[in-house]
């Protein structure tokens, strides 16, 4: 077990934890506008640039003091510590006891790595160098179905970390594209999305990609077979197991367990215990990734993740983002009572980051019990929401404004556009600067009033309307603005938040790499399908046991 000296001192209701939980009433009622009223300098102070963006972080409910304290709860918690064992391979997830080494796909270790005799750098290379003859094969054609026709169409079939990262990470790097091998994602086990991809494809030339680190998961499996079904309808003439050979292929931790499926080994890909699900994207998982924006673009990714990975390992710890970043998280969620955070990108290109920063953050961090075994009696991460910041202005954003809840946010933007129409950009940009500087700022009576005033309407009127029209303001949130959306900026964006969560949880003192907390409905859903069609539902509550009846009354007429 690895050793966990902090355990033993929990960090709640220490000193430095009871400072800031003072700091925390006394800043609930704070207002932003007079925090950079008093202080000239207050942007410059809170932001950092670093090579692939600028990090603003001024509009946040804190001053010099509270970022202080926060630091010293960093050092308390023995962050570096935690970071160091954490780079140098060390088994920090301990009830997996497993170490946690997915910066060692991108080269974002300081040093090499031994684990059960294999040095990883040398596990990762030549795995990647797999994946680049694959792609080359697959662009240049050279890779066919059993009819001889080239594969077009590629079907990534996996779910969660094997589904959001590679397509968050294709839809982001659109203007990135390379080849002409399209590539779709099925993740759901609903039939009628796999339904609705088929339904678009020639059986010639299409291949499928398993992705599942256990190649056990029921979603994905159930899909497998299904696309394997439907090869098998559209060629019925040649042998199940040649179709599989000829049209699939594997991504997974398990190889023994892709080839008993049927899939060729040297179409089966592999990565390793020593990276979580949803830290996969940087693994052979990205294998759809490099198909869709080709091997060179798939390794500026990663390039740009492994200088976030320096930059987290060596920054100190005041000018470190993921660490800022994570500390505004603990300050928001676990000190002042906030429980959800808004993820609000205004770049088209970043429309799933919200669904895939929602599993890598709740998945880690959504616990409730210390890394010593007891129950916290604190929150441990906030409930991540949100979507294109435009749209949200026309759907969710009155919530942030005027809602007596506050919901920190963190607005991402990028100055090059990801097109060349005239005009759009700007607009965009205004917007995310306008909508962070209104919840800041707000509107109060008085300038209602003489608004107004000003339109002409009576005094009465304006005393009817002016609570209606007031905005608290005093509304937190942090800008990121990248130069441009490339894939080396996307791979330290995206590890910029991975470093976030693990930092947000040694904290806190939970474990962050483990998520037993999924395990339990797989477990029952297990149980359950079997009793939709029939069989004894003694034992089942009565809820339970009523959907189930409803249900096979109604599907049986
Ligand atoms: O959602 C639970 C989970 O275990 C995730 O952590 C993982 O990304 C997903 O299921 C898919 O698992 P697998 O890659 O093994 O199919």
Redesign the pocket.
């Known amino acids: 077990m690895h050793s966990d000296t902090s355990s033993s001192q929990p960090l709640a209701h220490s000193p430095i934890w009871q400072a800031l939980q003072a700091q925390a009433a006394e800043f609930k009622q704070a207002s932003l506008k007079g925090l950079f009223a008093v202080d000239p300098q207050r942007a410059e102070r809170f932001s950092l640039e670093l090579p692939e963006f600028l990090l603003d972080f001024s509009k946040n409910l804190l001053d010099q003091e509270v970022f202080v304290n926060l630091l010293r709860l960093a050092e308390e918690a023995e962050l570096p510590r935690w970071c160091a064992d954490f780079f140098a391979g060390k088994p920090i997830n301990a009830t997996e006891g497993r170490a946690v080494l997915h910066p060692a796909l991108r080269g974002g270790l300081q040093e090499d790595i031994e684990i059960d005799g294999d040095f990883v750098t040398a596990q990762v290379e030549a795995e990647l160098e797999r994946l680049k003859k694959f792609v080359v094969l697959l662009h240049n054609g050279a890779l066919t179905g059993y009819r001889g026709k080239r594969f077009t169409d590629v079907v990534n079939l ?7 990262g590679p397509q968050t990470t294709i839809e982001a790097l659109r203007a990135h594209r390379k080849g002409d091998v399209a590539v779709h994602f099925v993740s759901n086990v609903d039939g009628t999305q796999l339904t609705d991809v088929l339904a678009g494809l020639d059986a010639d030339s299409t291949l499928f990609i398993v ?7 029921s ?3 159930t899909n497998a077979r299904s696309a394997h079904a439907w090869l098998q309808r559209a060629m019925p003439e040649v042998d199940g197991e040649v179709l599989l050979q000829q049209h699939f292929a594997a991504v ?3 190889p023994d367990k892709a080839q008993q499926f049927g899939v060729l080994p040297e179409r089966t890909f592999r990565f390793w215990d020593w990276v ?3 830290f ?1 994207l940087w693994s052979s ?1 990205g294998l759809p990734i490099a198909i869709a924006c080709g091997f060179e673009n798939f390794r500026a990714l990663l390039d740009g993740a492994a200088s976030m990975d320096k930059h987290f390992r060596e920054a100190p710890l005041e000018t470190n983002a993921p660490v800022i970043m994570a500390l505004l998280s603990v300050w928001y969620c676990t000190f002042m009572g906030y429980p959800a955070h808004a993820v609000l990108p205004y770049e088209q290109a970043l429309h799933m980051l919200p669904s895939y920063l929602q ?1 890598a953050d709740m ?1 880690s961090n959504g616990k409730s019990t210390t890394r010593a075994g007891v129950a916290v009696d604190y929150p441990t991460g906030p409930l991540i929401w949100g979507q294109t910041g435009i749209n949200g202005q026309h759907a969710f954003y009155q919530y942030l404004h005027q809602s007596p809840e506050v919901v920190p946010a963190d607005f991402i933007g990028s100055v090059a556009p990801g097109h060349d129409l005239d005009g759009h950009h700007e607009i965009l940009l205004a917007n995310m600067f306008a909508q962070s500087q209104a919840l800041m700022n707000g509107v109060d009576a008085e300038s209602v009033a003489s608004e107004l005033a000003a339109k002409g309407l009576s005094q009465e009127e304006i005393k009817r309307l002016t609570s209606f029209k007031v905005h608290r303001g005093g509304k937190p949130s942090n800008t990121i603005l990248l130069k441009e959306l490339d894939p080396r900026s996307l791979g330290a964006l995206i590890a910029l938040y991975e470093h976030k969560i693990f930092a947000q949880g040694v904290i806190l003192q939970i474990y962050s790499f483990d ?1 037993w907390g ?2 339990l409905g ?1 477990g029952l859903a297990n149980k359950l399908e079997p009793k939709l069609a029939a069989g004894d539902l003694s034992g089942e509550d009565s809820s339970t046991t009523q959907l189930i009846e409803y249900y096979r009354r109604k599907k049986n007429g």
């Open positions: 996996g779910v969660g970390g094997s589904h959001l992705s599942s680190k256990t190649f056990t998961t979603e994905t499996m997974t931790s398990s979580g699900g949803r996969s998982i599993q998945e998520q999924v395990e797989k």
